[in-house]
């Protein structure tokens, strides 16, 4: 069955100047969402200069995406994904401290994941702009010694990897 990851229940749109994309602690079924008046509860910020009609799409918690082992439970998802023009932008939000907790791996490998699903099910031949995002509050700048893990991220999916919690809308 195909997935539509562009299910109009799960969408919000701005063309706010500055927004922030949130994912509250439990209760665990609420999907990530767009917020524009608390940028305490802020993840990601999201930068849009141009003011740019951009939608988020909430994945995690929001579309169904099985495991393809059959077992039933629901697959490795990142949090949303930004959609404008012709970019696509596939955004994880994390809110973990220190450089052990292996906050960055999980995150690449939900990206590696929705981006599978996502191309297997949509193609993407129209989006000329393709990022992923990895974003987290407790640590906003993380690029330090990344360089490695994001080339190889972008050869293998196609997807530039960018560890920060700024994602600018251009």
């Not at 701005?14 to 079924?29: L, M, S, V």
């Not at 012709?86 to 999980?106: A, M, P, Q, T």
Request: net charge neutral; hydrophobic share 30%; charged share 30%.
């Amino acid at each position: 069955m195909k997935i539509n990851f562009f299910d109009k229940k799960c969408q919000s749109q701005t063309h706010r100047h500055k927004f922030g994309i949130c994912d509250q602690p439990p209760p665990p079924e609420t999907p990530a969402y767009l917020d524009t008046e608390n940028p305490s509860d802020w993840i990601a910020i999201v930068e849009n200069s141009q003011e740019i009609e951009a939608t988020f799409t909430a994945i995690d918690k929001c579309i169904e995406i099985r495991k393809v082992d059959g077992s039933g439970g629901m697959d490795k998802r990142c949090d949303g994904m930004l959609t404008y023009a012709n970019c696509l932008i596939f955004v994880e939000l994390k809110e973990r401290k220190g450089k052990n907790s292996g906050w960055v791996g999980d995150g690449e490998e939900q990206l590696r994941n929705i981006i599978r699903v996502f191309i297997e099910n949509h193609g993407i031949e129209d989006y000329s702009s393709r990022k992923a995002y990895i974003a987290n509050n407790k640590k906003p700048n993380f690029q330090t010694s990344q360089t490695e893990r994001m080339e190889k991220f972008r050869q293998e999916t196609g997807f530039r990897l960018i560890i920060q919690n700024t994602i600018k809308i251009e």
